[in-house]
T-cell receptor, first 113, second 114 residues
Framework: DQQVKQNSPSLSVQEGRISILNCDYT??????FLWYKKYPAEGPTFLIS?????DKNEDGRFTVFLNKSAKHLSLHIVPSQPGDSAVYFC????????????FGKGTRLHILP | DVKVTQSSRYLVKRTGEKVFLECVQD?????MFWYRQDPGLGLRLIYF???????EKGDIPEGYSVSREKKERFSLILESASTNQTSMYLC?????????????FGNGTRLTVT
């Protein structure tokens, strides 16, 4: 059973526009959420995180929003740039019964010129 | 800057071979992890370790074992490689108390088993 779901395998966005990547989770014990970015032939790199005591965290062009009641988080990238084309993984942790970081399957973002 | 180094970028092995994937981190991190990445399946945890000589099974440990004799080094072992173990293997490390500590990944080893 998938605890972290990224339902869009891919997304295409025009350069300069906003990219919105979505993630849903099922485990209400998760209290820390992360986004990773991955280029081909490289390992994932940490992008931004948010703890459950917040509903928004911003870092430059990247903002993560958390809606705990809906068990939903989203990553906003604005403005989108060509270098943002990558696979984005949502991840969650915090369940004391299962001390691991759980990853979603990823969303491939294509920034169109 | 944290550096996680995986010894090989690409490996080609034959079915039945014993395969060793090596990972070294230089930031004195307590926690180390092995994941595999497959298209449509995302990142799946194979094994992890919170300390030297300690190991815990992840979600897909079958067919794999690990070794952590030194804090900086975490090895993944495929006892008898099979074609369904063809994948991208990613090593990661993090500080203790990893629930709130981001993982730092190596660049991966793409293993092909023929």
């Amino acid at each position: 059973d998938q605890q972290v779901k990224q339902n869009s395998p891919s997304l295409s966005v025009q350069e300069g526009r906003i990219s919105i990547l979505n993630c849903d989770y099922t485990n209400s014990m998760f209290d820390y959420f992360l986004w990773y970015k991955k280029y081909p032939a490289e390992g994932p790199t940490f992008l931004i995180s948010i703890s459950s005591i917040k509903d928004k965290n911003e870092d430059g062009r990247f903002t993560v929003f958390l809606n705990k009641s809906a068990k939903h988080l989203s990553l906003h990238i604005v403005p989108s740039q060509p270098g943002d084309s990558a696979v984005y993984f949502c991840a969650a942790s915090g369940d004391p019964r299962d001390d691991k970081i759980i990853f979603g399957k990823g969303t491939r973002l294509h920034i169109l010129p | 800057d944290v550096k996680v180094t995986q010894s090989s970028r690409y490996l080609v092995k034959r079915t039945g071979e014993k395969v060793f994937l090596e990972c070294v981190q230089d930031m004195d991190h307590e926690n180390m992890f092995w994941y595999r990445q497959d298209p449509g399946l995302g990142l799946r945890l194979i094994y992890f370790s919170y300390d030297v000589k300690m190991k815990e099974k992840g979600d897909i440990p079958e067919g794999y074992s690990v070794s952590r004799e030194k804090k900086e080094r975490f090895s993944l072992i495929l006892e008898s490689a099979s074609t369904n173990q063809t994948s991208m293997y990613l090593c990661a490390s993090s500080l203790a108390g990893h629930l709130y500590s981001p993982l730092h990944f190596g660049n991966g080893t793409r293993l092909t088993v023929t």
